[in-house]
């Protein structure tokens, strides 16, 4: 069964200095307590492009709010809240193509 928890991972380029040896190096952590505690970022699950933003910072928003909506192959996706709150921050502008794992807001739970 696959697990939902979401990880943040940084891939190490190669040029870059690496103590356990050459090729990439892949760390993958949790967020930390003040990340998550008062907090939660809205991510892109698929490239798109932003077809249209409909909720702007400082908005109160419920579980099911539609913030932005994508477009991808012709198809539109709205991408929801998932959690009660006020919008922090709108990460995305409207034309702008999101990849996934892209932010797209923060909202500060209620």
């Given amino acids: 069964m696959c697990s939902r928890k979401r990880f943040r991972?940084?891939?190490?380029?190669?040029?870059?200095?690496?103590?356990?040896?050459?090729g990439p190096r892949i760390e993958a952590r949790r967020p930390g307590p003040e990340e998550c505690e008062l907090s939660h970022t809205v991510v892109a699950e698929l490239v798109a492009n932003v077809l249209k933003?409909?909720?702007?910072?400082?908005?109160t928003v419920g579980p099911d709010d539609t913030l932005v909506i994508?477009?991808?192959?012709?198809?539109?996706?709205?991408?929801?809240?998932?959690?009660?709150?006020?919008?922090?921050e709108l990460k995305v502008v409207e034309g702008e193509v999101v990849r996934d794992g892209d932010p797209i807001a923060v909202i500060e739970e209620k």
């Fill in 9 to 22: 991972n940084r891939v190490t380029p190669r040029w870059e200095e690496n103590p356990s040896g050459p």
């Fill in 53 to 59: 933003v409909t909720a702007r910072a400082g908005d």
């Fill in 70 to 88: 994508l477009e991808s192959m012709k198809m539109e996706i709205p991408v929801l809240a998932e959690v009660a709150g006020t919008i922090v």
